[in-house]
């Protein structure tokens, strides 16, 4: 049986208009550190809207989902 998808909300500070992909890992807590965070992406195990992305420094701004593992992540704007 499949392992449901633990959601997590980030929500973007006000002067914020996008986060580094390996920013958003390491601030939710999905990854321990930076470097880990780099590794997982670059091995292709990070899923940014349903396709793969493997570029560290993506800029992912409100309303993107980032899925890793069995993470979902959902990226907000400040209102």
Do not use: Y
Not at 25 to 49: D, F, I, P, W, Y
């Amino acid at each position: 049986m499949a392992e449901r998808l633990r959601r997590i909300s980030f929500t973007l500070r006000e002067d914020e208009t996008f986060i580094p992909l390996i920013g958003l890992l390491k601030a939710t807590g999905v990854v321990e550190s930076g470097s880990e965070a780099q590794e997982v992406v670059s091995a292709g195990m990070v899923l940014r809207n349903g396709e793969v992305e493997t570029r560290k420094r993506a800029k992912i701004t409100a309303g993107e989902v980032i899925v890793f593992e069995n993470f979902e992540i959902f990226v907000e704007g400040c209102d």
